[in-house]
């Protein structure tokens, strides 16, 4: 007899079926692709009126997506089961609001760890981060209505609620050029010099952003999200790439 889909021995987990659990390795090499996309776009952008639409929907996207599959890891080992539709619409798409759950979730984990003095050290580093709260905020922005922010004014002839993410980001890049020291000097006058500090800068905040990806990855194998958030913390990762200067030991 030919057993369906979803009366086949589950692989990945008790809680989940088959079906499930290929649902679930399909949505973690979405993670992957998403954040190998996002960093590289920051490191490349050159114009944020030009390449802003990749950087904010990519980064969007998929930091969304990371957030979501950690905490659903997490909810299968609390309840038993992965969240419900319902369940997660609650949870929403604001990535500031799902990144208060998941730093929730992250000061709940050191009991879940052996490692728990390296495991400590990476959560700090996401709690500590003064750039990852700005770069969620510009995303959170474009999830919202940024998407549709110049389409809104054309339609009612009015200013936007909100700003423009393209604004969103330009804070980002001025935090980064006032607390670390090796962008207090700004050039000026030379549009080449301009262009590599600029360069610069966002090649800080794709470390940072890099940086938080890999925190989560090995705290999702370190245990901090559960059992099944082991497995899941190696498919959110690109193999080969290397540690980030930020975390490395």
Known sequence: MTLSNDDR?????PALSARQGFALLEESGSVRNLMCDS???????????VDGDSVFSLGSIGIEKA??????????DDAGAWPSKSELIGWGHDIEKLNARLQDAID???????AKGYSARLAGHVRDSSVIPL?????????????????????????????????????????????CP???????GDDAAIDYYLKRIRGAIADELEAWWF??????????????????GWEIWEPGWSVPKSVRT
Not at 9 to 13: A, D, E, I, S, T
Not at 39 to 49: D, E, G, T
Not at 147 to 174: C, M, N, S
């Open 108 to 114: 709940e984990g050191l009991s879940r760890t052996t």
């Open 182 to 188: 090796e962008f207090h000097k700004i050039p000026t």
């Open 135 to 179: 770069v969620f905020a510009t995303f959170a922005r474009y999830g919202k209505s940024g998407r549709f922010h110049h389409l809104d004014i054309l339609a009612t002839d009015q200013p936007g609620e909100l700003d423009d993410p393209a604004k969103y980001w330009e804070r980002v890049e001025l935090h980064v050029s006032e607390t």
């Open 67 to 76: 957030m979501k599959v950690m905490l659903s890891c997490k909810s299968v």
């Open 39 to 49: 960093v590289k776009a920051i490191r490349k952008m050159q114009y944020v009126h």
């Open 9 to 13: 021995k589950p692989g990945l987990h």
């Open 215 to 232: 925190c989560i990855h090995r705290l999702g194998v370190q245990g901090w999200f559960g059992e099944l958030a082991k497995k899941i």
